[in-house]
């Protein structure tokens, strides 16, 4: 599965010590965690609105190639940090507005059945990538050299456009929502692309082998280091419209 992850506002990263297994009980410690409008949640295609006005100024990406990108693994995820001026505009977006890509994240899962953070339909996809606003191949190569937290690599060159799932950008669904890690601050507009990307099986397992704990570090009690199942499950829907921007 492929989103878009649209703030509205920066927020800062809390530094309480949080984790997935205790993902029931982020509302203690990060009072956003317990609103109405979380994230991720399940897009039930047949209940989705057909929204026009999506179609009026068409969704554009424009996504330059970064140069020196850092990519980290901080022991929840992978993250690519851009330095590009990458920017989207249209869709769902004041005509005039940009938003500028901040960094692309990763969530998957031990096994292929999981992994997503959206389902559509209740169907889990292996991995979500989320932008914050490759050639892959390049990417997965260096991940041995940051399979432990803490670890960071840069590369010399990414391009974000061959991660994008459909190229005309026409199908997908838009609807308000929160960060899906701590402090799930619900300043968010998702866009979640109705086609999804498609990763080899071994291009997966290249994720799969990253761990959670520093190098000479041993893992948690209970945990067995290895770094996957980073998701959130679905949360409620209550009152809130998915609009599609196709029938």
């Known amino acids: 599965m492929d989103g878009a992850v649209l703030h509205m506002?920066?927020?800062?990263?809390s530094e309480l010590t949080w984790g997935y297994d205790e993902g029931m009980e982020w509302g203690l410690l990060f009072p956003d965690a317990n609103g109405e409008n979380q994230s991720p949640i399940n897009i039930n295609s047949r209940e989705a609105t057909f929204d026009p006005s999506l179609l009026t100024a068409p969704l554009c990406l424009s996504y330059l190639t970064c140069?020196?990108?850092?990519?980290?693994?901080?022991?929840?995820?992978?993250?690519?940090?851009?330095?590009?001026?990458?920017?989207?505009?249209?869709?769902?977006?004041?005509?005039?507005q940009e938003f500028e890509l901040?960094?692309?994240?990763f969530h998957w899962g031990k096994e292929d059945q999981r992994g997503s953070e959206h389902t559509v339909n209740f169907k889990a996809f292996p991995m979500e990538i989320g932008r914050e606003h490759l050639g892959l191949k390049?990417?997965?190569d260096i991940l041995q050299e940051i399979q432990y937290?803490?670890?960071?690599k840069t590369i010399p060159s990414l391009n974000p456009n061959t991660l994008l799932p459909d190229p005309?950008?026409?199908?997908?669904?838009?609807?308000?929502?929160?960060?899906?890690?701590?402090p799930c601050c619900e300043?968010?507009?998702?866009?979640?692309?109705?086609?999804?990307?498609?990763?080899?099986?071994a291009q997966i397992e290249e994720f799969r082998r990253l761990r959670t704990h520093s190098k000479g570090v041993a893992p948690s009690d209970g945990c067995d280091g290895q770094l996957g199942d980073n998701f959130r499950p679905t949360q409620q829907l209550n009152d809130r419209v998915i609009r599609a921007s196709f029938p």
């Open 168 to 182: 005309l950008l026409r199908d997908y669904w838009v609807y308000e929502g929160s960060l899906t890690t701590p």
């Open 138 to 140: 390049g990417l997965t």
């Open 67 to 96: 140069r020196e990108c850092e990519v980290l693994n901080d022991g929840h995820s992978l993250h690519i940090h851009i330095r590009s001026k990458s920017v989207t505009t249209g869709g769902p977006f004041p005509i005039g």
């Open 102 to 105: 901040s960094h692309i994240c």
């Open 149 to 152: 937290k803490g670890k960071a």
């Open 187 to 201: 300043n968010v507009l998702w866009l979640l692309f109705r086609y999804p990307l498609t990763l080899s099986h």
């Open 9 to 13: 506002q920066r927020s800062e990263v």
